[in-house]
């Protein structure tokens, strides 16, 4: 501004206008996504958040993942890097959102994705409810949260095997019985009589847990 308070000729071409304008245009359309899907904090503590809403110790979190106590606490102190997979066992087993997890928050929808969502879940439930009579709904919704979730590379979402693999992933063996392993074979491990041992061990827990009385599903 002059001293007289006259404003100096704009000497800007209509170019340079046009490209003012699309770059500050840019630049609000970026802050935007920025405010939009940008973590809210580091994964350690949105994990500490989500455990905090959820209700849960660290000692059930630890449980949860499979992991011990330690390892669990290294994760929300940012001592370890939490991995993927575990992230997404947690989604599926409480139900929850990976963007919740991961960000600290929701991931924005659109009404159509939602309502495909909402279509698909309500499908398989309904072939659950007829293929799975004897499945508990807690099972039911676990199948229909991990549908919903993984992401199946082009593979048809619907099929009806598709719905079954998941099951078998939810409720192991119990509902496909035909699926359980042979136990471990004792001539195969040598003299690994401790490696055989465990590995029955664990064999039989699995035996235990799905068919707690000793009678498998033809």
Known sequence: MSKLGILPPDTRTPEDLLRGEREENERIAGEAVQDRFAPEGAIHDNLRN?????????????????????????????????????????????????????????APRSGRAAQVAIDEAIVVLRFLAVKYPDMSMEDRYKVARLHALEDLDGLPRMHPDIIRDFVKIVTRCKLHPEDLPAPPFHEDY??????WERDMAEWQRIVDEDFPTG????
């Open 50 to 106: 989500y455990r905090v809403r959820l209700g849960f110790t660290k000692q059930q979190m630890a449980e949860i993942l499979g992991v011990t106590p330690r390892t669990y606490y290294a994760y929300e102190e940012g001592h370890r890097a939490v991995p993927t997979p575990a992230i997404a066992h947690l989604a599926i087993l409480t139900g929850g959102d990976l963007n919740e997890i991961i960000l600290g928050r929701p």
């Open 190 to 195: 040598g003299d690994d009589q401790e490696g």
């Open 215 to 218: 009678e498998k599903n033809d």
